[in-house]
């Protein structure tokens, strides 16, 4: 699989959802659970559910399902003229990780691209590069209604809205991590009681566990680059040379060594050097 492969189209599926509705990451399902469990409001999801759970459990085995948490995204409301429910711009559903998401809409479907992206493992950097390396030529979208499986390898962004009007959208996300951020909706039904977790003003991976590990793999990175990390530290790095900073205006990036903190701002497309900041324990 690579960066720009299609999702599955699963087929249409009615959905009589009439209730204004914002519910993000509701865990429906514990992991070594095995049946669902919602609150009645949601019944009018029932088909979608049922769908999804059917194919994942086909398709990855009984096994991974038992394992898995699964969680519902679920908004019926007034979509003004030229807005979204989400933040714009190309992404992947669980990058870096082995999460699968099912996403169903009634209008302004998801917009899928066939570029065969080269991404950075970085949740941050790889944005910039969706955006750089997408071809116009290659977006792709399903019909309305249609149940579509995402794994991280289906890079999209949100669908065209130009007419404004009542919409509902609802993602089924299937993981072996809690998704554990302030703001997502806890369903009393179950019993669960996780320490949540900060969200950031930017895109956030859901589950802090992966957020953690990147970070982890970040500072890794920096240990074994420590030839290239004094270079930059020293100013002696060319812009040309960092093969990261891709189209964004400003990159930011925090690194830790052995207890201390940098962090180092790139200007793109610019002749200034690397400028580092706060230079703790070096």
């Known amino acids: 699989m690579k960066y720009g492969d299609l999702p599955r189209n699963l087929g249409l599926f009615e959905v009589p959802c009439h209730e204004m509705m914002f519910v993000q990451y509701l865990p429906i399902k514990l992991a070594n659970q095995t049946c669902p469990t919602y609150d009645k409001q ?57 999460d699968i998401n099912y996403i169903w809409s009634d209008k302004f479907p ?23 390396q997408a071809v116009k030529e290659n977006e792709i979208t399903y019909a309305d209604k249609s149940l579509v499986r995402l794994n991280q390898y289906n890079i999209h962004k949100v669908g065209d809205n130009s007419t ?28 669960y009681n996780w320490e949540m977790k900060e969200r950031s003003i930017e895109r956030n991976i859901p589950q802090t566990l992966i957020q953690e590990e990147v970070v982890k793999q970040k500072s890794e990175w920096v240990e074994v680059n420590k030839i290239t990390w004094q270079m ?18 400003t990159f930011e990036e925090e690194y830790i060594i052995k207890g201390g903190v940098y962090k180092i701002i790139y200007k793109v497309k610019s002749s200034e050097k690397p400028r580092v900041e706060q230079l703790i324990g070096l």
């Open 42 to 98: 949601f019944d009018c999801f029932n088909q979608i559910i049922g769908a999804a759970v059917g194919n994942f459990i086909d398709t990855f085995g009984s096994d991974v399902w038992d394992e898995s948490y699964v969680y519902l995204t679920a908004k019926h409301m007034y979509q003004v003229p030229n807005s979204s429910f989400n933040r714009h711009g190309y992404h992947s559903d669980g990058f870096m990780t082995s």
């Open 110 to 132: 998801t917009i899928f691209n066939t570029t065969k992206f080269n991404l950075s493992l970085d949740d941050r950097i790889s944005i910039g590069e969706m955006e750089e």
């Open 164 to 191: 404004g009007g009542l919409r509902t959208f609802i993602k089924l996300s299937f993981s072996k991590d809690k998704y554990d951020l302030i703001g997502n909706a806890h369903n009393h039904l179950l019993d």
């Open 232 to 249: 930059v530290l020293n100013e002696s790095l060319n812009l040309e040379s960092m093969n990261t900073l891709n189209t964004l205006e």
